[in-house]
């Protein structure tokens, strides 16, 4: 679970779903953002590199709409 600091009303809220392929490596995917999944030789790598993605996102969002999300958190 990858969580970062905030208030403890949080008003976004992201689920880290995994999923281990036949071949070994971990998918990391989180659902609330279409299309941010990564793949991992472990958990956490696969992890790492969803969180990662996901904040790229968020910040892509954040700037076209000229305006900070109150905080964020990965579950």
Not at 30 to 40: D, F, K, R
Not at 64 to 75: C, D, G, N, T, V
Request: net charge neutral.
């Amino acid at each position: 679970m990858a969580t970062f600091p905030q208030p403890p009303d949080s008003d976004e809220k992201f689920n880290v779903k995994f999923d281990k392929e036949v071949d070994g490596r971990w998918i990391a995917e989180i659902p609330e953002l279409p299309g941010v999944l990564a793949y991992g030789v472990t958990k956490a790598e696969a992890e790492f590199r969803a969180v990662a993605l996901a904040l790229r996102v968020l910040a892509d969002r954040t700037e076209q709409a000229k305006k900070p999300p109150k905080s964020i958190r990965f579950l």
